[in-house]
């Protein structure tokens, strides 16, 4: 069965909301590695400076440094998840457990 075009609708006005607060998005996420690294160690119990320690933590500060170095990057990778019908195909086998033609 094809993907049911309401579904494809649903994808695309997610698209749109992602370009069009892309510019929020980057704002909310500038310098939040502490917060970041916070909530982990909440989550998991690891210890805060042991997460600070790590490759991640250290990935995710460069990148909340200057998070609208990346958004056009992220646009692109949800346009193409978009184009490529990504979510729509996952949400459909998910909700009928058939895999969409």
Do not use: C, H, Q
Not at 12 to 18: A, H, I, R, S
Not at 36 to 52: H, M, Q, R, S, W
Request: proline letters at 3%.
């Amino acid at each position: 069965m094809a993907i049911p075009s309401k579904l494809l609708d649903i994808e695309e006005k997610w698209y749109d909301k992602v370009k069009d607060k892309a510019d929020y998005w980057a704002k909310m996420v500038k310098d939040t590695a502490d917060e970041y690294a916070k909530g982990l160690a909440n989550a998991t119990g690891v210890a805060e400076d042991k997460i600070k320690s790590g490759e991640m933590y250290k990935e995710f500060k460069k990148f909340a440094s200057d998070p609208s170095k990346y958004k056009d990057d992220f646009v692109s990778g949800v346009k193409s998840a978009r184009d490529r019908n990504k979510w729509a195909k996952n949400f459909y086998k998910a909700l009928t457990g058939e895999k969409p033609k």
